[in-house]
């Protein structure tokens, strides 16, 4: 259940929080019903949470970031205050969603920027509606290839299973296999999410404190039941339908820019990117782990200003 409109974790509240003029609103489209954050004026520049997480993700960045541009904060399908429906969590339907987000919002073409979940629909969104695509920022993610396929259920015997955040080491996925669970996690998380994001920011992030309380609890609260916690593995579910999806685009023509964290997925992103579009940047953000908005968001903003001029 939401926090009522005068709580300090409601969307209004957390909206009118932030340095500008932010609003809350809600728009039906593609059958289902989008929640998104909006400020400032100029280009627009949509942005795309992930997993576990909201359109709080952005907060950090959002205020700077409308100084320049229109901002829209976006809670994908699934996420937060948008709708949770059954099905539709394949990355080509949630960039329909977008798409179609941006037309009911009057707009003929626009960039986005988005991270983990959101990397992924991003780059579905300009595979798909090249014409409405100015240009997209992919944030320590990439779009799921034939490549995640060979991801192996038991880690390496130099893979880390606890730690995510060591130089050099590669994390061992165990949540893409257990986000695939039909109905068991909902009910192992159902009023216990909170011990699931803690365990992520703690060893996901180069520095745990970066994610501060306030934020941790916003994101629990919005995972905090079964339907959220379904909602959002079926991000996860649809992997396989997206890997397909994926081999049918061939590269993305919009201008791409990667920004990956040094203690996370940089090195990846550098040698997979450049054969996904035709106008690639992969960034390096120094001490920084997966959670590159909240953790090193000066870096985002630097990168997203020069990259969208």
């Keep these: 259940m939401n ?6 974790l ?16 809600h728009a039906e489209v593609n059958g289902i ?8 004026s100029g280009a627009p520049l949509l942005l795309l949470g992930g997993w576990p997480q909201t359109w709080w993700q952005w907060n950090k960045v959002m205020p700077a970031l409308a100084r320049r541009y229109r901002v ?7 996420m937060g205050s948008s709708s949770k429906p059954a099905d539709g969590y394949d990355k080509k339907t949630m960039a329909r969603d977008i798409h179609e987000l941006v037309r009911h919002l009057g707009l ?16 579905a969104f300009a ?5 409405t695509t100015t240009k997209i920022a992919l944030l320590d993610v990439p779009h799921p290839d034939r490549t995640w396929s060979g991801f192996s259920l038991l880690p390496d015997p130099d893979q880390h299973v606890d730690s995510v955040i060591e130089a050099g080491a590669r994390s061992y996925l165990w949540w893409f296999a257990f986000n695939q669970a039909r109905g068991l996690p909902e009910q192992l998380l159902d009023g216990r999410v909170r011990l699931l994001v803690d365990w992520l920011f703690d060893r996901q992030a180069q520095e745990p404190g970066s994610i501060d309380e306030r934020s941790r609890q916003i994101y629990a609260d919005a995972y905090s039941t079964a339907d959220a916690v379904r909602a959002g593995n079926g991000w996860y579910q649809t992997f396989n339908s997206d890997i397909v999806d994926e081999q049918a685009y061939g590269p993305v023509t919009a201008p791409i820019l990667a920004l990956g964290g040094d203690e996370s997925n940089y090195a990846y992103l550098r040698d ?9 940047e992969v960034i390096e953000v120094a001490d920084c782990g997966h959670y590159i908005p909240e953790e090193q968001p000066r870096a985002v903003i630097d990168a997203m200003v020069s990259f969208l001029g």
Excluded: C, Q, W
């Design 272 to 280: 997979l990117m450049p054969s996904k579009g035709t106008d690639v």
């Design 10 to 25: 409601h969307d209004d509240a957390l909206a009118r929080s932030l340095d500008g003029e932010f609003s809350s609103h």
């Design 127 to 131: 595979a798909n509606h090249p014409e």
């Design 3 to 8: 926090p009522s409109p005068h709580t300090p």
């Design 72 to 78: 829209i904060a976006v809670d994908l399908r699934g």
């Design 33 to 40: 019903r989008l929640h998104y954050v909006e400020g400032g």
């Design 108 to 123: 003929t073409s626009v960039s986005i920027a988005g991270h983990d979940i959101g990397a992924m629909v991003a780059y």
